[in-house]
């Protein structure tokens, strides 16, 4: 059974750093994509970014882009987002999803299996 559990969500002021973490088991991480997505209530789901298991590359929405960092860590299953110089608009649930077709994309019609989310919240 294929599972991605996100963590560390939080609550931090504004100019603040997180780091998020996604936990995937049940597949074998290699062949797969893994992206970061937000979604606040009655707002459309964003692509925040993503990165492929396989060769490495990286993509980032231009909101974050050199503020947010994704990584992976192969042995561990475990793809990262360190999120700094954080603002108020970066507060939403944050969720990490996999793609079993390897292809590195913001679209979220290529996920086909999603965390649950973790919360964001970033005080003014």
């Known amino acids: 059974e294929v599972q991605l559990v996100e963590s560390g969500g939080g609550l931090v002021q504004a100019g603040g750093s997180l780091r998020l973490s996604c936990a995937a088991s049940?597949?074998?991480?290699?062949?797969?994509?893994i992206g970061w997505f937000r979604q606040a209530p009655g707002k459309e789901r964003e692509g925040v970014s993503c990165?492929?298991?396989?060769?490495?590359?990286?993509y980032y929405a231009d909101s974050v882009k050199g503020r947010f960092t994704i990584s992976s860590d192969n042995a561990k299953n475990t793809v990262y987002l360190q999120m700094n110089s954080l603002k108020p608009e970066d507060t939403d649930v944050y969720y990490c999803?996999?793609?079993?077709?390897?292809?590195?994309?913001?679209?979220?019609?290529?996920?086909?299996?999603w965390g649950q989310g973790t919360q964001v919240t970033v005080s003014s």
């Open positions: 999803a996999a793609d079993t077709f390897a292809i590195a994309t913001l679209s979220q019609n290529y996920y086909d299996y």
């Open positions: 049940g597949f074998t991480f290699d062949d797969y994509a």
């Open positions: 990165i492929s298991s396989s060769d490495g590359s990286t």
